[in-house]
């Protein structure tokens, strides 16, 4: 069945250092949406990714969709100790409900 | 505007104890989810609905129970607790009829079975 792979698992960086988190999908995606999960707290929408070689920005978190739409990225420049947590980019079902099914996400650490 | 909004936060229950996660949102959102999430890992669907009165299964529904009587409310209930069921709950809505609405989620119910 579909999957989409998330990598690095985890991944530990200094204050100031950029971040960078991958999402690989062996089929063709129709969309993709991004959500941070903050230590203790809930799954907050980021962003969803339509277009084929889409990129958005939100101040310093760049998005990307790749051109065959089979993969997208989650690059963080500069990153500050509130980017700590866990960033999914579940897989969004067809049909009408699109329900979510998530792996288990890149955990990021900013150290100070 | 609340939001999604869960309760209990926090719950302890016994082995075979039943019990109902509450579920409220108010901003018209058709789309309703329940999620369980076990430590250090993503969410599992439980339970879904597309609109009052209308409900699936999700991939890991055994021992659960949902309704949906009313748009705003989608509670989950537990039949007869386990210790397998110790974990986060989070509900989740979002609009139907287009897609490019992400969900929204609640704040969580901490469930631990002893």
């Known amino acids: 069945g579909q999957q989409v792979m998330q990598i690095p698992q985890y991944q530990h960086v200094q204050e100031g250092e950029d971040f960078t988190t991958y999402c690989n999908s062996s089929?063709?995606?129709?969309?993709i949406q991004w959500y941070k999960q903050r230590p203790g707290g809930h799954p907050v929408f980021l962003i969803q990714?339509?277009?084929?070689?889409e990129v958005k920005k939100q101040k310093r978190l760049t998005f990307q969709f790749g051109e065959a739409k089979k993969n997208s990225s989650l690059h963080i420049t500069a990153t500050q100790t509130t980017d700590v947590g866990t960033y999914f980019c579940?897989?969004?079902?067809?049909?009408?409900?699109?329900?979510?099914?998530f792996g288990s996400g890149t955990q990021l650490t900013v150290l100070p | 505007n609340a939001g999604v909004t869960q309760t209990p936060k926090f719950q302890v229950l016994k082995t075979g104890q039943s019990m109902t996660l509450q579920c409220a949102q108010d901003?018209?959102?058709?789309?309703m989810s329940w999620y369980r999430q076990d430590p250090g890992m993503g969410l599992r669907l439980i339970h879904y609905?597309?609109?009052?009165?209308?409900?699936d299964q999700g991939e890991v529904p055994n021992g659960y129970n949902v309704s949906r009587s009313t748009t705003e409310d989608f509670p989950l209930r537990l039949l007869s607790a386990a210790p397998s069921q110790t974990s986060v709950y989070f509900c989740?809505?979002?609009?139907?009829?287009?897609?490019?609405?992400?969900?929204?989620f609640g704040s969580g119910t901490r469930l631990t079975v002893v």
């Open positions: 989740a809505s979002r609009k139907s009829g287009t897609t490019n609405y992400g969900y929204t």
């Open positions: 089929t063709t995606l129709s969309n």
């Open positions: 990714l339509v277009k084929s070689g």
């Open positions: 579940p897989l969004l079902a067809s049909g009408s409900a699109r329900q979510l099914t």
């Open positions: 901003m018209n959102h058709e789309y």
């Open positions: 609905s597309v609109g009052a009165g209308i409900t």
